[in-house]
């Protein structure tokens, strides 16, 4: 059934979509926007691999909050197995160096602290943070918060 106009259509194991995909030509109440996603292909899916165009800037960004998120060290990136692997992802994968990284990382805590400081521009109450910087048995650095 067509969520736009509510018409039926067949379905069984021999019917194919040809005639859905008419439909989707040929419906007035559907716009003519989502009308021309469907016919690239491309549907509500951000990563859809039809027509798909490869964005550095996202996988930049993306990449950064991996490694916020994930506590990855930057020197992962160095690693010699890095960037074959990134690149059979995607052939026009261009490494990054651990410091852009590094600074793009820098650029997101900078960004959360100034949302952070605005809303406690607001508060009557003190705020207390406390962190803590150690070295490891192994010599690994840690900041503990």
């Known amino acids: 059934m067509c969520k736009h106009c509510s018409m039926e259509f067949v379905t069984g194991a021999n019917s194919g979509t040809t005639h859905l995909r008419r439909h989707i030509n040929v419906c007035q109440k559907i716009e003519e926007e ?22 550095p800037e996202l996988t930049l960004s993306l990449m950064t909050l991996l490694f916020i998120d994930a506590e990855i060290p930057f020197n992962v990136i160095e690693s010699r197995f890095w960037e074959p692997a990134m690149r059979s992802l995607r052939p026009e994968y261009r490494a990054v160096k651990r410091q852009t990284l590094r600074n793009d990382c820098v650029g997101v805590f900078k960004a959360g602290m100034g949302v952070s400081l605005k809303e406690f521009e607001g508060l009557d109450s003190c705020v207390s943070f406390t962190s803590d910087i150690w070295t490891s048995s192994v010599n690994l650095g840690y900041l503990c918060r």
């Open 34 to 55: 989502e009308r021309e996603r469907f016919a690239l292909g491309k549907g509500d899916d951000l990563f859809g691999t039809s027509n798909y165009r490869f964005y």
